[in-house]
């Protein structure tokens, strides 16, 4: 069917270009010429072992870090962040464990922290709690997370529940590209499952996902598209439907490892899913 241009462009157009990204840290090159993109609601698990780069890239498309060289397009434009909070307006958001969630107050709290809802008694603006309360109620509901109750603090969460909310609050303040660092790195195989469930109903929604994993199963399970960074280049970027464990493990060490608990116990890596 017949398409105009400019739709085309929109649709095909991908959420993040990243074009010969380079950074060196003094004598260290820790990334060259790195390109890959993303696309709208499209998974995608950065892959490498330890010291190959991923960090470092996601702390640069994160406003964390600025690049030596190369460009970062993000929604059809070229963009240099020069912090969190600039990547972060711009719709994009690292989600860790634990660490960006205020743990004395309760969820509703962390759920609208800074973009809080006023209303005006007797033409004073005060908090309009119930509203924030039911919004936030929704918002997790909708998502399919449960939380036992919005109104304990956040320290008597679990981990899983605080990603949770993370994402849940960065997809209901209308954010276009999430990062996960390591995510599931201390959670249980149960958190770890609905984790991973939840990345799927967050791309669903026309999110882009980087997530960086060292736990193979992990990458297979949600991920799209596998990129692997090998010494700071990009060493693969596959379809994880045309791909196996056996060539991501030969595409991660540059080496032909008979299999992936050889390839575990080398890097002493955890077995489980
Ligand atoms: N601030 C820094 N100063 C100097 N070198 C750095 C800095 N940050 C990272 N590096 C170096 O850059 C390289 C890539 O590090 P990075 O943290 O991105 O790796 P990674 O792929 O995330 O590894 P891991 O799987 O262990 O988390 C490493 O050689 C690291 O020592
Ligand atoms: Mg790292």
């Given at each position: 069917?017949?398409?105009?241009a400019?739709?085309?462009?929109?649709?095909?157009?991908?959420?993040?270009?990243?074009?010969n990204?380079?950074?060196s840290?003094?004598?260290?090159?820790?990334?060259?010429?790195v390109?890959?993109?993303?696309?709208?609601?499209?998974?995608?698990a950065?892959?490498?072992?330890?010291?190959?780069?991923?960090?470092?890239?996601?702390?640069?498309?994160?406003?964390?870090l600025?690049?030596?060289?190369?460009?970062?397009?993000?929604?059809?434009?070229?963009r240099?962040?020069?912090?969190?909070?600039?990547?972060?307006?711009?719709?994009?958001e690292?989600?860790?464990?634990?660490?960006s969630?205020?743990?004395n107050?309760?969820?509703?709290?962390?759920?609208?922290?800074?973009?809080?809802?006023?209303?005006?008694?007797f033409?004073?603006?005060v908090?309009?709690?119930?509203?924030?309360?039911?919004?936030?109620?929704?918002?997790?509901?909708?998502?399919?997370t449960?939380i036992?109750?919005?109104?304990?603090?956040?320290?008597?969460?679990?981990?899983?529940?605080?990603q949770?909310?993370e994402?849940?609050?960065f997809?209901?303040?209308?954010?276009k590209?999430v990062?996960?660092?390591?995510?599931f790195?201390?959670?249980?195989?149960?958190?770890?499952?609905?984790?991973?469930?939840?990345?799927?109903?967050?791309s669903?929604?026309?999110?882009?996902?980087i997530?960086i994993?060292?736990?193979?199963?992990?990458?297979?399970?949600?991920?799209?598209?596998?990129?692997?960074?090998?010494?700071?280049?990009?060493?693969g970027d596959?379809?994880?439907?045309?791909?196996?464990?056996?060539?991501?493990?030969?595409?991660?060490?540059g080496?032909?490892?008979?299999n992936?608990?050889?390839?575990?116990?080398?890097?002493?890596?955890?077995?489980?899913?």
């Amino acid at each position: 069917m017949f398409q105009p241009a400019t739709e085309l462009m929109m649709t095909t157009q991908p959420l993040l270009l990243l074009e010969n990204i380079r950074k060196s840290f003094g004598a260290i090159e820790a990334l060259r010429d790195v390109s890959f993109s993303v696309g709208r609601g499209e998974v995608v698990a950065l892959l490498g072992d330890n010291g190959a780069g991923k960090s470092t890239l996601v702390k640069m498309i994160s406003g964390g870090l600025e690049p030596s060289g190369g460009r970062i397009l993000f929604d059809g434009e070229e963009r240099t962040f020069r912090s969190p909070l600039e990547a972060k307006n711009a719709g994009i958001e690292t989600v860790y464990q634990d660490l960006s969630l205020c743990t004395n107050v309760d969820v509703v709290a962390n759920f609208f922290m800074g973009r809080e809802i006023t209303k005006k008694v007797f033409g004073i603006p005060v908090l309009d709690e119930k509203t924030m309360a039911e919004r936030t109620a929704k918002a997790i509901s909708d998502a399919g997370t449960r939380i036992p109750s919005l109104k304990v603090n956040v320290e008597h969460l679990s981990g899983g529940q605080r990603q949770a909310i993370e994402l849940n609050r960065f997809v209901y303040f209308g954010g276009k590209l999430v990062l996960l660092d390591e995510p599931f790195a201390a959670l249980g195989v149960e958190q770890t499952r609905r984790g991973l469930e939840m990345i799927r109903r967050v791309s669903d929604q026309g999110i882009g996902v980087i997530i960086i994993t060292h736990i193979m199963q992990q990458a297979f399970m949600v991920a799209d598209r596998i990129v692997v960074l090998r010494q700071g280049t990009v060493a693969g970027d596959v379809a994880t439907s045309k791909t196996n464990l056996d060539d991501v493990i030969q595409m991660i060490t540059g080496e032909n490892i008979a299999n992936l608990s050889a390839y575990q116990r080398k890097e002493g890596l955890p077995r489980t899913v």
